[in-house]
């Protein structure tokens, strides 16, 4: 079984947060995509919550960055 810890950048059902003083919406995009790309089958382990495969979580992320960030 392939595992990835990623932390808060992506949760069970959602992704970090972007509001922070420290924190960039458009490196969350890209960071975010960029995971998505180069991982498949893949159980995400993150930071708070519990784990998903990472292909069960695709859609409902893009989705939900669109919708919150245009």
């Known amino acids: 079984m392939k595992v990835l810890f990623t932390g808060d950048t992506i949760f069970h059902n959602c992704y970090g947060r972007c509001d922070l003083p420290s924190s960039n919406v458009n490196d969350m995009g ?4 960029k995971l998505f790309d180069r991982f498949s089958n893949v159980w995400i382990y993150p930071g708070h919550e519990e784990a998903i495969n ?3 979580i695709k859609k ?3 989705l939900l960055y ?3 960030n245009g």
């Open 30 to 33: 890209k960071t975010i995509e």
């Open 54 to 56: 990472i292909d069960d």
């Open 60 to 62: 409902k992320i893009r």
């Open 66 to 68: 669109r919708i919150k």
